[in-house]
């Protein structure tokens, strides 16, 4: 069996995490990113502070038995030789169908990919404005013109009134962040996992945590002051998102509205990177002997701290005292308007806000590169073990449907149509039916007692049964009773309805893209296991369909 493990052409070379520390710093990296930093304030600003209970339940009856379960099947696929999550599902659910499982949790990452790099760059960019003092908001637009307002600046540069004016205000600068934020993932990605992604999150995620404390600090310490405003203090700010009753008599009947749920659901999915093919990658990396248990919920536990204590204690009081409470309820929920528009206005007001303003967007910049490297791995693990291609032809080949993806993004940019259509059929719809499909694989595929001891394998820490139970029972009926219920509304809903929405010009180019990805991705797939099915027929590698019942090989020293 030795023999098969270096022969093995579905993981010519296995690959591992160099540290525990790394490990766990690379699978925070992905999942610390512009979720935490600016999706969660906005998310909880919309609902007030009634948010953080759907939030909490959502973490622990769903976030975590996903977390447990994805390190678990990631780690049970890689010690069988695979890396990617077709190659991964191959074996966990050796059956008709694995190939579109494959192809959809490699559209997921790939597809969120080209627009996440985009709004990476708009970190780069405003950092680099505040760096060398030209804020957004104190630029004109135009030659000879007025002083735009951020918000004003935001959106012409990105060109939000009308499609293909993305490079109208600071144009050539943007273009040039967008390529810099390009080449900086390749560079990586093609590095490698230990010189790539462990490398960059071992010093890049303490490093934003630091930067994180400090601009925390500054916003704790505002009071208030806002002269016209005394009322509004970092206390009063804080209110608004611990107190769940928002000052209203009946406020918990909010708790019976489907859709608080599914927004708290949702934003635990983004921002913990479940559901998406990415950490099972991620965990594929790890030893035998290695702990599972502890260290995936070390690292849930710092993604929550970042977004909880982080971002939502930054972002929350500082745009309640300087915008006041109706103009941060009138953000809507939207991640964009708040980070990007609410608070470049924050940092305008405040004292020494081009430095605040700086570190924060260097932080934001400093995330997303973190989780944007994360999306790229699946798809290149998948390209090595798959394809058989080398890691910079599996880069390179990957940065065809990722660029023609952020160039439909930037040139539909009246309302940002193709990426709300991306983010919604990926980020929410597509994530919901693959962690529904996954917990589905681990509960009767692999079986509640195989995942189980998959889970408890070199962990540090006794896990008891009922973890099982949590992952395997409640989460998969808390899953489904939210996503059944949010369909439904969705399929009837009358305004915003997604789904009558399709016919509409750009709607349909970004949903086209989703679908084109989708295709192209389950088609390689299908490929794939055809490779594999054949490799072990002649011997090469271990059967993938027997590998669920016999023995893993040994790690390599
Ligand atoms: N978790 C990341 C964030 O909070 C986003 C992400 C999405 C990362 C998909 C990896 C894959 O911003």
Redesign the pocket.
């Known amino acids: 069996m030795t023999d098969h493990n270096s022969a093995s052409p579905a993981a010519p070379h296995r690959q591992y995490w160099a540290t525990r520390l790394g490990v766990i710093l690379a699978v925070a990296g992905?999942?610390?990113?512009?979720?935490?930093f600016v999706r969660f304030p906005a998310q909880a600003v919309e609902y007030g502070g009634i948010f953080m209970i759907p939030y909490f339940v959502a973490f622990i009856l769903i976030g975590l038995p996903i977390v447990w379960s994805e390190w678990a099947m990631g780690r049970f696929g890689g010690m069988r030789g695979f890396n990617s999550a077709p190659g991964i599902f191959s074996i966990l659910y050796p059956r008709p169908g694995k190939s579109l499982i494959g192809g959809w949790s490699l559209m997921i990452?790939v597809g969120?990919y080209s627009y996440y790099v985009f709004i990476e760059a708009w970190c780069l960019a405003y950092a680099l404005k505040y760096l060398f003092g030209v804020m957004p908001g104190t630029v004109a637009l135009d030659e000879g013109g007025e002083t735009a307002s951020a918000a004003a600046y935001f959106l012409h540069m990105v060109g939000y009134g009308e499609n293909g004016q993305v490079f109208g205000v600071d144009g050539a600068f943007l273009l040039a962040c967008v390529a810099f934020c390009f080449a900086i993932n390749l560079v990586l990605i093609i590095r490698g996992l230990n010189r790539g992604i462990e490398w960059f999150c071992r010093w890049a995620m303490p490093l934003l945590v630091l930067v994180a404390l400090i601009v925390l600090v500054r916003v704790l310490t505002l009071g208030s002051p806002v002269a016209a405003a005394p009322e509004r203090n970092v206390l009063t700010g804080l209110g608004f998102m611990w107190n769940p009753d928002g000052g209203e008599e009946h406020w918990w009947r909010q708790l019976l509205n489907a859709q608080i749920w599914m927004a708290a659901t949702s934003q635990i999915f983004?921002?913990?990177?479940i559901g998406?093919g990415?950490i099972v990658c991620y965990a594929s990396y790890l030893r035998r002997r290695d702990d599972v248990a502890l260290s995936s919920t070390a690292a849930a536990a710092g993604n929550g701290f970042c977004e909880v204590a982080l971002g939502g204690l930054i972002v929350i009081p500082a745009i309640f005292i300087f915008l006041g409470a109706d103009q941060v309820q009138g953000l809507g929920g939207s991640t964009l308007g708040t980070g990007f528009m609410a608070l470049p206005s924050v940092f305008a007001e405040m004292p020494a806000g081009r430095v605040f303003g700086f570190l924060f967007f260097f932080l934001l910049f400093l995330a997303a590169v973190t989780?944007s490297i994360?999306?790229l791995q699946p798809g290149i693990a998948f390209l090595e073990e798959g394809l058989h291609l080398r890691r910079f032809q599996a880069a390179g080949i990957l940065a065809v449907p990722t660029l023609i993806g952020v160039l439909l993004v930037m040139w539909y940019s009246a309302n940002l149509v193709v990426l709300d259509t991306v983010d919604f059929w990926l980020a929410t719809f597509g994530i919901f039916m693959l962690a529904m499909t996954q917990l589905l694989i681990f509960t009767f595929s692999l079986g509640i007692r195989r995942g189980l001891a998959a889970l408890r394998e070199g962990s540090q820490v006794g896990i008891p049964s009922w973890v099982g139970v949590l992952i395997g029972v409640v989460a998969p009926l808390y899953l489904s009773v939210i996503f059944i219920t949010w369909l439904y509304q969705q399929i009837t809903a009358t305004e915003g309805n997604r789904f009558h929405a399709l016919a509409q010009g750009p709607v349909l180019v970004g949903f086209g893209f989703v679908l084109a990805l989708l295709i192209g991705f389950t088609l390689l797939s299908w490929i794939a296991n055809r490779r594999w099915r054949a490799q072990a027929a002649a011997g090469l590698i271990p059967d993938p369909r027997m590998a669920l019942v016999s023995e893993p090989e040994e790690d390599a020293p």
């Open positions: 992905s999942a610390v990113g512009l979720g935490n990452p969120i983004f921002s913990l990177s998406l990415v989780s994360s999306m």
